[in-house]
């Protein structure tokens, strides 16, 4: 029977030789057939971001498959490696015909007990799935906490809402044309017209035009928005021009659109100056 120890102190003045007798002593206290024992001990600093030559050449031989019993004195030290690593060396040693024992957390997984083998495969599998769905979720937490900031900034992160466009500085900004049709869409409702002749009038797909008359008559009727995002956007058009359209003048409903969006543009361009 061929065993291994392994020890792994973070300083040289802790006591090294002390974890390899007492790894010894457990071996030959536990498995009178045991013909020789390797000992692997490494010296890792806490600034170290690899296990060590001597770990290394641990997982290599065990890879190999010559030992029967790996026995590690603090098995807890490997966490440091990564938060999988005790787990991946486990598995690594169970895959390789490798009996896994730790003195510092009393672990004894032995691989002549294929029922237990099963269900630590099973074990392992999990814990294993559950450090994927924390990654996952450590991830997602990240990506919102850079939309978040994003937000605090004053920055639009999504797709804009009908009427407004992103532009270069990642901020909010009205489209007046758009703006103003669908202001004109939602007072044709009101007066009550039917939502599908002013769908199909305003070129606003019904089912559209329906969730924001439903949700979003302040914004556009009010020129009233809850984002202060929106309301620094809606900056650019206030006052809010009254188109004042009665239903003999609805052909020449473009045209004053158009004349309200160069009147805006023009206004813009003089405020730029």
Same mark, same amino acid.
């Given at each position: 029977?061929?065993?291994?120890?392994?020890?792994?102190?973070?300083?040289?003045?802790?006591?090294?030789?002390?974890?390899? =007798? &007492?790894?010894?002593? $457990?071996?030959?206290? @536990?498995?009178?057939? +045991? *013909?020789?024992? #390797?000992?692997?001990?490494? %010296?890792?600093?806490?600034?170290?971001?690899?296990?060590?030559?001597?770990?290394?050449?641990?997982?290599?031989?065990?890879?190999?498959?010559?030992?029967?019993?790996?026995?590690?004195?603090?098995?807890?030290?490997?966490?440091?490696l990564?938060?999988t690593e005790? =787990? &991946?060396?486990?598995? $690594?040693?169970?895959? @390789?015909n490798?009996? +896994? *024992?730790?003195? #510092?957390?009393?672990?004894? %997984?032995?691989?002549?007990?294929?029922?237990?083998?099963?269900?630590?495969?099973?074990?392992?599998?999990?814990?294993?799935?559950?450090?994927?769905?924390?990654?996952?979720?450590?991830?997602?937490?990240?990506i919102?906490?850079?939309?978040?900031?994003?937000?605090?900034?004053?920055?639009?992160?999504?797709?804009?809402?009908?009427?407004?466009?992103?532009?270069?500085?990642?901020?909010?900004?009205?489209?007046?044309?758009?703006?103003?049709?669908?202001?004109?869409?939602?007072?044709?409702?009101?007066?009550?017209?039917?939502?599908?002749?002013?769908?199909?009038?305003?070129?606003?797909?019904?089912?559209?035009?329906?969730?924001?008359?439903?949700?979003?008559?302040?914004?556009?009727?009010?020129?009233?928005?809850?984002?202060?995002?929106?309301?620094?956007?809606?900056?650019?058009?206030?006052?809010?021009?009254?188109?004042?359209?009665?239903?003999?003048?609805?052909?020449?409903?473009?045209?004053r659109?158009?004349?309200?969006?160069?009147?805006?543009?023009?206004?813009?361009?003089?405020?730029?100056?």
């Amino acid at each position: 029977m061929q065993a291994a120890i392994y020890a792994r102190v973070s300083t040289a003045d802790q006591d090294l030789e002390r974890q390899l =007798h &007492e790894a010894r002593e $457990h071996l030959e206290a @536990n498995y009178s057939e +045991i *013909e020789d024992i #390797d000992e692997y001990a490494d %010296i890792i600093s806490g600034t170290d971001e690899v296990g060590g030559e001597e770990y290394s050449r641990l997982w290599d031989t065990v890879a190999d498959g010559e030992y029967d019993v790996v026995v590690v004195h603090e098995i807890s030290r490997l966490s440091r490696l990564g938060p999988t690593e005790i =787990h &991946e060396f486990i598995q $690594h040693c169970l895959e @390789n015909n490798a009996g +896994i *024992e730790s003195l #510092d957390v009393g672990l004894s %997984i032995r691989v002549d007990d294929p029922s237990l083998q099963q269900t630590v495969y099973t074990m392992i599998a999990n814990i294993m799935g559950d450090l994927a769905k924390i990654e996952h979720q450590q991830k997602l937490n990240r990506i919102n906490s850079g939309i978040q900031s994003a937000q605090r900034a004053g920055k639009w992160t999504g797709r804009a809402p009908r009427g407004f466009y992103v532009g270069d500085d990642k901020r909010l900004h009205v489209d007046p044309e758009e703006f103003l049709n669908t202001r004109h869409a939602f007072e044709r409702i009101a007066s009550g017209e039917s939502k599908r002749q002013v769908a199909e009038d305003s070129g606003i797909p019904r089912s559209t035009l329906t969730d924001l008359y439903e949700n979003s008559q302040k914004l556009y009727l009010g020129g009233e928005a809850d984002d202060d995002r929106k309301d620094a956007a809606l900056d650019e058009l206030r006052p809010l021009p009254d188109l004042d359209i009665d239903e003999d003048d609805e052909d020449d409903l473009d045209e004053r659109i158009r004349a309200i969006v160069r009147d805006e543009i023009e206004r813009q361009s003089e405020t730029d100056v």
